[in-house]
């Protein structure tokens, strides 16, 4: 899965979130990026912290999503901000909110631009097929099988 912003969507991002400066890190990455997410998210982990090598199969922005899952998918006061944004997504403070708590609620050390990458990533696919999604499968022994 390789969700993808449109231009329409990046430039009402900017808008809303103008005054959130590590948004425009995150936008400016998208804009690069012709709204690839997973592109984007690359890009701005590979700023702050170099390149990784990781095993044939694996990217750190997978890894990522599937450690947060653990931390994000049953936690009720992110779900109740990311649906209270759903509600009104011209609100710049509800989105603004669902990247700080994001931040709160993870033992990773997340950049802000980065965490606001992962919570656009979740909001374009929607938090129940995120944690669907990156939910370890028996037969793989709790590791999800290359492209998936």
Same mark, same amino acid.
């Given at each position: 899965?390789? !969700? ?9 991002? @900017? ?12 936008i400016?990455?998208?804009? @690069? ?24 199969g ?24 990311l ?26 050390p997340?950049? !802000? ?12 696919i ?6 669907k ?5 028996d ?10």
């Amino acid at each position: 899965m390789n !969700p993808q912003l449109t231009e329409s969507e990046i430039n009402n991002l @900017r808008n809303i979130l103008k005054e959130y400066e590590p948004a425009n890190k995150a936008i400016d990455a998208l804009e @690069r990026n012709d709204g690839d997410l997973d592109l984007s998210f690359e890009e701005l982990w590979i700023e702050k912290n170099g390149r990784i090598g990781m095993k044939e199969g694996k990217s750190i922005r997978q890894t990522t999503l599937d450690v947060l899952r653990g931390e994000l998918c049953g936690n009720e006061g992110f779900r109740a901000r990311l649906g209270e944004y759903a509600k009104s997504p011209e609100n710049a403070v509800l989105l603004t909110a669902a990247i700080t708590s994001l931040m709160a609620l993870t033992a990773i050390p997340l950049d !802000p631009s980065i965490a606001t990458i992962i919570v656009l990533y979740i909001l374009k696919i929607g938090l129940n097929v995120y944690c669907k999604y990156t939910e370890p499968s028996d037969e793989s022994n709790g590791t999800l099988p290359p492209g998936k």
